[in-house]
């Protein structure tokens, strides 16, 4: 997603504490990139999880400075709801402003 002139990779990856989801689908993670690499110090959970895997997501830039990016809960494996899972759309806001200040990010739940 572009912010600004800045450039971030959104993605999932292992180590994060997610083994128990099915291709470390979630959480969703975004950080800067730089020169073709990634900045791990830019790192930030965009999409948290709850034991569900996230469905597919899309990243869309709306202005200069503001992305959102969209995930859907894909409720598997059973018994996941156990955990906070209840099959949410996830709507995020990210701002470079935001960014700037705190790196955290309200999460607009559509049921």
């Not at 830019?42 to 709850?50: H, L, T, Y």
């Not at 996941?80 to 709507?91: A, F, K, M, R």
């Amino acid at each position: 997603m572009q912010l600004g002139d800045e450039l971030y990779l959104v993605y999932t990856r292992r180590g994060a504490d997610n083994d128990h989801i099915f291709r470390h689908r979630a959480p969703l993670f975004a950080a800067r990139v730089e020169s073709m690499k990634l900045v791990c110090e830019s790192e930030f959970i965009v999409v948290g999880e709850k034991s569900a895997r996230l469905g597919n997501f899309g990243v869309t830039s709306y202005k200069e400075n503001d992305a959102v990016v969209m995930a859907a809960e894909w409720m598997q494996p059973i018994g996941c709801e156990i955990y906070g899972s209840d099959n949410h759309i996830c709507v995020k806001n990210i701002s470079r402003m935001s960014l700037a200040h705190s790196g955290c990010f309200g999460c607009a739940d559509i049921k």
